[in-house]
């Protein structure tokens, strides 16, 4: 038994099972195979002992019947009983001996010495009687003290008398053995194959389980803090495959720890300022002074608006990462960029535009949508001055939905472009205006991914900035445009 890292103690390993059970079912198939192929050669064996004896049989009868009617009353049993053996061939592990009366009279010099078995010479001389009755001879097996016998007995009649009997005999222990001897070396051979297949079966199971085992061992060394580890992968098996598979696994969750961790410590940081500026404001505060004690407050509940907004945006970007934070229906663009404008109008002091308005319905959400443009619009309102140009516009490019909010603002910087999407990233110059926690284009990239799009942005320092909400387009159906307004300003359409 092995231990887990927890000090539990372990079963047998996936591989030790296989290589068990793969030893289990070849050990069978061998026993099954072997056993069966045995007791098949020893039935031929036994097939073959009672064709000679009934062929030998056949032909002593034959041939003493053949003699008998020739001599009459007046032959001689002993000269049919010693005709009758001349006449066969004993083979190797076969013998005859020949009774006259009830007495032992002849024995085959060669083959099986069947007259130095007394306890078969006492069986066969009481078994004389009953065969000289029936007169029929008989094939029957008996177990001595020293092997095992398959005989015939064959009774020899004369003028309607019994006078005698040949019997001829197998030891049947000794056909037996060749067979014993053939499968004694194929379980010897079976057991050196056994072990091959059991060292082989080891090794290869060993090698086609190794991403297993690197599985268990990266798992193993995997902590909250650590999980740079990485599955060693080679070939292309389904091993392999689950291997690469907890690779991708362990990067998504690297990913997600390291950006849950940096949440944390964003927004770590980002709570304790106001809850800094509201200590020390409080510790500072005269309570007789009323002027100080209101201008207190009024900066504390500021601050306190300000930490509610970041928990909401805390909120609805953890919420962004559930499947139904988009819950898409068809829509009416138009529609959706006129409830845009509409709330626009009330976040600043501009020319507020639109540079095309997309007649058609499309699976969105429309509410999500609004929010992401709505957060694009205060984002120009913020980096543009009283009196210059919003405009914001819907369209369809190729199979892509574009939704878009351009400004005349101070622009961002090119190596800037990426990391203002980022969570509590800010723009250079964003410190000396409005307060944020810089996690609205976060959330606005959030909508756009849950969507299956994406979010950019092409601006030019001091020129202005249009941000474009690059979606699929889900089951769009056009309607006939309406013609714009005629102060619609279509310069900047993406």
């Known amino acids: 038994m092995r231990r887990t890292t927890d000090g539990t103690s372990r079963g047998m390993t996936v591989r030790a099972r296989i290589l068990a059970l793969t030893l289990l079912l070849t050990g069978l198939t061998l026993a099954i195979a072997g056993g069966t192929a045995y007791v098949l050669q020893l039935g031929r064996v036994d097939q073959g002992i009672d064709a000679s004896l009934r062929r030998t049989t056949e032909e002593f009868s034959s041939y003493a019947g053949d003699a008998a009617a020739r ?33 032992l009279e002849y024995t085959m010099p060669s083959g099986v010495p069947l007259a130095d078995d007394p306890d078969l010479v006492a069986h066969l001389t009481a078994q004389l009687d009953a065969a000289a009755g029936s007169g029929q001879g008989r094939i029957a097996s008996f177990t001595t003290a020293t092997t095992e016998y398959r005989y015939a007995l064959v009774p020899l009649r004369v003028g309607g008398v019994g006078v005698g009997a040949l019997v001829v005999a197998f030891d049947r222990t000794a056909e037996h053995a060749s067979v014993d001897e053939t499968f004694r070396t194929y379980a010897l051979v079976s057991v ?5 297949l059991a060292a082989v079966g080891w090794l290869l199971s060993g090698r086609l389980l190794k991403p297993v085992r690197q599985l268990r061992e990266t798992a193993e060394q995997i902590s909250e803090t650590d999980l740079s580890g990485r599955i ?30 940096r949440l944390l410590d964003d927004a770590g940081h980002e709570l304790r300022t106001p809850i800094t500026i509201v200590r020390g404001h409080l510790e500072l505060m005269d309570p007789t002074d009323a002027q100080d004690a209101a201008a207190t407050k009024e ?18 970007l953890a919420r962004s990462e559930q499947p139904d934070f988009v819950q898409p229906a068809p829509t009416a663009l138009g529609l959706l ?9 009330q976040l600043g002091d501009r020319r507020w535009r639109v540079d095309e308005r997309l007649e058609a319905d499309a699976a969105v959400d429309s509410q999500r949508l609004t929010q992401a443009m709505l957060q694009l619009a205060a984002n120009a309102v913020k980096f543009s001055e009283d009196g210059s140009t919003v405009a914001i516009g819907s369209g369809l490019r190729g199979d892509r939905l574009h939704l878009w909010v351009r400004d005349e603002g101070i622009g961002i910087a090119p190596e800037q ?12 110059g964003e410190a000396g205006r409005r307060e944020g926690a810089g996690l609205g284009l976060a959330i606005v990239a959030a ?20 941000f474009i909400l690059d979606l699929p387009a889900v089951a769009v159906q056009t309607h006939v445009a309406e013609e714009p307004d005629a102060d619609d300003d279509r310069a900047g359409r993406p």
């Open 192 to 196: 050196a194959a056994f072990a091959v």
């Open 71 to 103: 001599g009459g009353a007046s032959a001689d049993p002993k000269q049919l009983i010693y005709g009758g053996m001349v006449r066969e061939v004993p083979g190797t592990n076969e013998g005859m001996i020949g009774f006259v009366g009830e007495r």
């Open 417 to 428: 472009r990426e990391r203002i999407f980022d969570r509590f990233a800010r723009a250079p």
């Open 232 to 261: 060693d992968v080679r070939g292309n098996d389904d091993l392999s495959d689950l291997a690469r598979t907890f690779n991708a696994m362990l990067a998504r969750l690297e990913d997600a720890f390291t950006s849950q961790r």
């Open 337 to 345: 960029l006129d409830n845009v404008l509409d709330q626009a109008r």
């Open 447 to 466: 909508i756009a991914e849950a969507h299956r799009g994406a979010v950019r942005v092409d601006s030019h320092p001091g020129a202005g900035s249009i």
């Open 299 to 316: 900066l504390a509940l500021s601050e306190l608006d300000r930490m509610h907004r970041l928990a909401d945006d805390l909120v609805m």
